[in-house]
């Protein structure tokens, strides 16, 4: 009942695959013009860390709104507002204009920051919990069907023809997801009071994921993985132009082999496991493994594979680890807890970017990425070892019990 066509997911993931990919290409088409008209690192850096800061202001607006508004009309309205402003991108002439590409760019990603709160509500609360693990590891295969034909892709149409040609692709990319969205079926929900502050949102997030030592256990991980991925996503670029020379197309190819491997993702059962946190520590200890392997590597093609391994471990790890939050969470509190995932991770994610932006003037892209890997390595153990624990006080106590019998 996953895919098929009365699943509400099945509208969903389309939507996803639509605009994913269009923004991908509005990435690569806005990176590329800023190149073009300032010839300056330092405008694209700063376009870069633009999109990071919404994620804190406008993911608990996000969480806010799923408890006082139709989903459907938050996730619809989002890609129509993208609509807009993606066309306005075609004002953009000169360096004079660069004001107007940072506000744009602003503006589209706080949309992202709301819609994606949203989206993973709807899902948690349209879905079966036994399809849960189904629908999460189809999200990735979602993100790597954007990452093969919008990041690769992307490159290549701004390339063959022009950034505005891009950005109008982009803007009729949204069109298409809200119409798509407009179709999706919603349950009717009780909404709260919309006089509650929208900061209270994360305060209910932190509370809730303070009180379950499960979700204080994902929220430690998904931290630190957010960190060493802002590492691994600076490094793709250096990789491809710096140890291989490959440039621009080096980049699509490793984008490309990432798409694969979460691909691939979905095709690895782990639902013969009875726990999934196992599951979840072992993928991210085999993606901590590859990326010190990675930061080794000297043959491109055999970076090409591990770069396919890394996002198959990454994309099994995300998938249990999405599903163990969704099961643990009631309708009350999804919105809460999303909103402060994703502000927190993209928050990380961004500042990890920008670290080793700085770091890279100091130390080797070999240096950096055997970082990565040992933060995967790291956080896996603590992982596993904290699962370990867990698995021997619950032995303890059913020999206590047995005892007391």
Same mark, same amino acid.
């Given at each position: 009942?996953?895919?098929?066509?009365?699943?509400? /997911?099945?509208?969903?993931?389309?939507?996803?695959?639509?605009?994913?990919?269009?923004?991908?290409?509005?990435?690569?088409?806005?990176?590329?013009?800023? $190149?073009?008209?300032?010839?300056?690192?330092?405008?694209?850096?700063?376009?870069?860390?633009?999109?990071? @800061?919404?994620?804190?202001?406008?993911?608990?607006?996000?969480?806010? %709104?799923?408890?006082?508004?139709?989903l459907?009309?938050?996730?619809?309205g989002?890609? %129509?507002?993208?609509?807009?402003?993606?066309?306005?991108?075609?004002?953009?002439?000169?360096?004079?204009?660069?004001?107007?590409?940072?506000?744009?760019?602003?503006?589209?990603?706080?949309?992202? =920051?709301? /819609?994606?709160?949203?989206?993973?509500? /709807?899902?948690?609360?349209?879905?079966?919990?036994?399809?849960?693990?189904?629908v999460?590891?189809?999200?990735?295969?979602?993100?790597?069907?954007?990452l093969?034909?919008?990041? =690769?892709?992307?490159?290549?149409?701004s390339?063959?023809?022009?950034?505005?040609?891009?950005?109008? @692709?982009?803007?009729?990319?949204?069109? @298409?997801?809200?119409?798509?969205?407009?179709?999706?079926?919603?349950?009717?929900?009780?909404?709260?009071?919309?006089?509650?502050?929208?900061?209270?949102?994360?305060?209910?997030?932190?509370?809730?994921?303070?009180?379950?030592? %499960?979700?204080?256990?994902?929220?430690?991980?998904?931290?630190?993985?957010?960190?060493?991925?802002?590492?691994?996503?600076?490094?793709?670029?250096v990789? =491809?132009?710096?140890?291989?020379?490959?440039?621009?197309?080096?980049?699509?190819?490793f984008?490309?082999?990432?798409?694969v491997?979460?691909?691939?993702?979905?095709?690895?059962?782990?639902?013969?496991?009875?726990? $999934?946190?196992?599951?979840?520590?072992?993928?991210? $200890?085999?993606e901590?493994?590859?990326?010190?392997?990675?930061?080794?590597?000297?043959?491109?093609?055999?970076?090409?594979?591990?770069?396919?391994?890394?996002?198959?471990?990454?994309?099994?790890?995300?998938?249990?680890?999405?599903?163990?939050?969704?099961?643990?969470?009631?309708?009350?509190?999804?919105?809460a807890?999303?909103?402060?995932?994703?502000?927190?991770?993209?928050?990380?994610?961004?500042?990890?970017?920008f670290?080793?932006?700085?770091? $890279?003037?100091?130390?080797s892209?070999?240096?950096?990425?055997?970082?990565?890997?040992?933060?995967?390595?790291?956080? =896996?153990?603590?992982?596993?070892?904290?699962?370990y624990?867990?698995?021997?006080?619950q032995?303890?106590?059913l020999?206590?019990?047995?005892d007391?019998?």
């Amino acid at each position: 009942m996953t895919f098929n066509s009365r699943s509400p /997911y099945r509208k969903l993931f389309l939507a996803g695959i639509i605009n994913g990919i269009g923004d991908r290409f509005n990435q690569v088409a806005v990176l590329a013009m800023i $190149l073009t008209i300032t010839g300056s690192g330092v405008a694209v850096g700063g376009a870069l860390a633009i999109r990071i @800061v919404p994620y804190l202001f406008f993911s608990p607006v996000g969480g806010w %709104l799923a408890t006082v508004v139709s989903l459907r009309k938050i996730m619809v309205g989002t890609d %129509l507002v993208r609509v807009f402003f993606a066309l306005s991108l075609l004002l953009v002439e000169n360096r004079q204009d660069l004001w107007i590409v940072y506000a744009i760019l602003f503006v589209l990603a706080a949309s992202e =920051a709301v /819609y994606q709160p949203v989206r993973r509500t /709807y899902l948690s609360r349209h879905i079966k919990r036994e399809d849960m693990f189904t629908v999460n590891k189809l999200e990735q295969v979602l993100l790597g069907f954007v990452l093969i034909l919008g990041s =690769a892709g992307g490159g290549v149409v701004s390339y063959l023809f022009s950034p505005q040609l891009v950005f109008i @692709v982009n803007a009729f990319t949204f069109l @298409v997801a809200a119409l798509i969205l407009l179709q999706v079926y919603e349950e009717k929900s009780k909404f709260t009071s919309s006089k509650q502050a929208v900061y209270t949102v994360i305060q209910k997030g932190f509370g809730i994921t303070l009180r379950s030592p %499960l979700l204080r256990r994902i929220f430690f991980i998904d931290v630190f993985i957010s960190m060493a991925d802002g590492i691994f996503n600076v490094l793709i670029s250096v990789y =491809a132009y710096q140890r291989f020379q490959t440039g621009d197309v080096g980049i699509g190819i490793f984008y490309g082999a990432l798409g694969v491997g979460l691909v691939a993702s979905m095709w690895v059962s782990v639902t013969r496991f009875k726990y $999934l946190m196992p599951v979840a520590v072992g993928a991210i $200890l085999t993606e901590g493994v590859f990326q010190v392997f990675l930061s080794q590597a000297n043959g491109f093609y055999y970076a090409i594979l591990l770069f396919m391994l890394i996002s198959l471990s990454g994309g099994v790890g995300k998938g249990a680890m999405d599903t163990m939050v969704m099961k643990r969470l009631s309708n009350e509190e999804e919105s809460a807890v999303y909103s402060l995932f994703d502000m927190v991770s993209n928050v990380v994610m961004g500042l990890s970017m920008f670290g080793t932006g700085l770091l $890279l003037t100091y130390y080797s892209p070999t240096t950096l990425g055997l970082l990565a890997g040992i933060l995967f390595i790291g956080v =896996a153990t603590i992982g596993g070892y904290a699962v370990y624990r867990e698995q021997e006080l619950q032995k303890g106590s059913l020999n206590e019990m047995n005892d007391l019998r």
